[in-house]
């Protein structure tokens, strides 16, 4: 992508600004884009393409004191993994992706203590399969308009797959190209049950582990070296050199010790407009809101971003995971191309000037 840019980027076509953005307004027809070196910038069209917004963080990061919040770091942080030592038990808050990437980071610089894997669900993405299948299963129907009929179809599916000596994952590949008009022919009532009963089954489905995670978890697990937990972090102690980390769990509570704590919880979409600085003002001016599901910033099925009061303006998109409202299923590069590519085809049409044919009788 960098060397097809690289050309129009010589040429002056494409001008790529390094800048904070500190906020941005309406002037006149136009949009003012304001830097935090004062660079100004007037566009006709805005896209707002703010990709995943910062981890999920428990509130009981919030007051720590300094030294104990000194053992407290996000993964993705270029520090993250400095000073671990191969004896330090780990928890890790999150069990998805992201943590077993920490996990795989861990193995790599030779740690050998106990690491903990500790989320709300306990529930773990799962491996994928080999063998080359294809997608298996038709999810094209208008009938499919609540979540438990989704959920029944999706079983049906893996029923009649496994019967084939097909995998499971066979039916969620072709779930997954069909997530977006499922996501847009569900009532709000029937996708706030989706998230709340479903989401985290469809994740750990979808966002699958990559072999070398698989072999990892497994080689943890069995050792046990590698435990996963269920249950919300409420509090972090210090006792000598360890941290207690305080678990809620159904049953009660319990506390685990370790020397570090990973924040692996992946990003917080919730009140998404409050994450960066322009993008708070734009809410405050009205022009853009978070959605009401908490999966980004509101926007229609064209991308168009989508004011306070409902309305669509239509010289300001949104691009990639913060239009995941409209679209449901927008986070790998797959979906997000095709978006992308139907933002680009809708300004240029938009763009184009009509050559009109005036006939003139001579006659007449």
């Given at each position: 992508?960098?060397?097809q840019?690289?050309?129009?980027?010589?040429?002056?076509?494409?001008?790529h600004?390094r800048?904070?953005?500190?906020?941005?307004a309406?002037?006149?027809?136009?949009w003012?884009?304001?830097?935090a070196d004062?660079?100004?910038?007037?566009?006709?069209?805005?896209?707002?393409?703010?990709?995943?917004?910062?981890?999920s963080?428990?509130?009981?990061?919030?007051?720590?004191?300094?030294?104990?919040?000194?053992?407290?770091?996000d993964?993705?942080?270029p520090?993250?993994?400095?000073?671990?030592?191969k004896?330090?038990?780990?928890?890790?808050?999150?069990?998805g992706?992201?943590?077993?990437?920490?996990?795989?980071?861990l193995?790599?610089?030779?740690?050998?203590e106990?690491?903990t894997?500790?989320s709300?669900?306990?529930?773990?993405?799962r491996?994928?399969?080999?063998?080359?299948?294809?997608?298996f299963?038709?999810?094209r129907?208008a009938?499919?308009?609540s979540?438990?009929?989704?959920?029944?179809?999706?079983?049906?599916?893996?029923?009649?797959?496994?019967?084939?000596?097909?995998?499971?994952?066979?039916?969620f590949?072709?779930?997954?190209?069909?997530?977006?008009?499922?996501?847009?022919?569900?009532?709000?009532?029937?996708?706030?049950?989706?998230?709340?009963r479903?989401?985290r089954?469809?994740?750990?489905?979808?966002?699958?582990?990559?072999?070398?995670?698989?072999?990892?978890?497994k080689?943890?697990?069995?050792?046990?070296?590698?435990s996963?937990?269920?249950?919300?972090?409420?509090?972090?102690?210090?006792?000598?050199?360890?941290?207690?980390a305080?678990?809620?769990?159904?049953?009660?509570?319990?506390?685990?010790?370790?020397?570090?704590?990973?924040?692996?919880?992946?990003?917080?979409?919730?009140?998404?407009?409050?994450?960066?600085?322009?993008?708070?003002?734009?809410h405050?001016?009205?022009?853009?809101?978070?959605?009401?599901?908490?999966?980004?910033?509101?926007?229609?099925?064209?991308?168009?971003?989508?004011?306070?009061?409902?309305?669509?303006?239509t010289?300001?998109?949104?691009?990639?995971p913060?239009?995941r409202?409209?679209?449901?299923?927008?986070?790998?590069?797959?979906?997000?191309?095709?978006?992308?590519a139907?933002?680009?085809?809708?300004?240029?049409?938009?763009?184009?000037?009509e050559?009109?044919?005036?006939?003139i009788n001579?006659?007449?």
């Amino acid at each position: 992508m960098q060397a097809q840019l690289a050309p129009h980027v010589e040429s002056g076509a494409v001008r790529h600004i390094r800048q904070t953005v500190r906020a941005v307004a309406r002037e006149n027809d136009q949009w003012r884009i304001s830097g935090a070196d004062g660079t100004s910038v007037l566009a006709d069209i805005l896209i707002l393409a703010t990709g995943h917004p910062p981890a999920s963080r428990p509130s009981v990061f919030d007051n720590l004191d300094p030294p104990t919040a000194s053992r407290v770091a996000d993964v993705f942080a270029p520090n993250a993994f400095d000073g671990i030592e191969k004896s330090d038990p780990i928890l890790v808050v999150g069990s998805g992706l992201t943590a077993l990437d920490a996990l795989s980071r861990l193995d790599a610089i030779g740690h050998e203590e106990e690491i903990t894997l500790l989320s709300r669900s306990g529930l773990m993405p799962r491996p994928h399969a080999g063998g080359g299948f294809s997608p298996f299963g038709d999810f094209r129907s208008a009938e499919l308009t609540s979540a438990r009929k989704l959920l029944a179809k999706v079983r049906a599916t893996v029923f009649n797959a496994q019967a084939q000596g097909i995998p499971w994952q066979s039916v969620f590949d072709a779930l997954r190209q069909h997530a977006q008009e499922l996501w847009q022919g569900l009532p709000m009532l029937e996708r706030q049950k989706f998230l709340r009963r479903l989401r985290r089954w469809y994740d750990v489905h979808r966002y699958r582990m990559p072999p070398q995670a698989t072999f990892a978890l497994k080689k943890g697990i069995e050792t046990g070296r590698v435990s996963v937990k269920r249950g919300d972090l409420v509090s972090i102690t210090r006792d000598g050199n360890d941290l207690l980390a305080g678990i809620e769990t159904h049953n009660g509570g319990t506390k685990v010790r370790c020397r570090r704590i990973l924040l692996a919880t992946g990003p917080e979409f919730r009140d998404y407009a409050a994450h960066q600085r322009f993008l708070l003002g734009m809410h405050r001016d009205g022009f853009i809101q978070s959605d009401a599901l908490g999966l980004g910033l509101a926007c229609d099925t064209a991308g168009h971003g989508v004011t306070v009061t409902g309305a669509p303006i239509t010289s300001l998109f949104v691009a990639g995971p913060p239009a995941r409202p409209a679209f449901g299923e927008l986070t790998g590069v797959p979906e997000i191309a095709t978006q992308v590519a139907d933002i680009v085809d809708r300004i240029v049409r938009c763009c184009i000037r009509e050559t009109r044919t005036i006939v003139i009788n001579p006659s007449a």
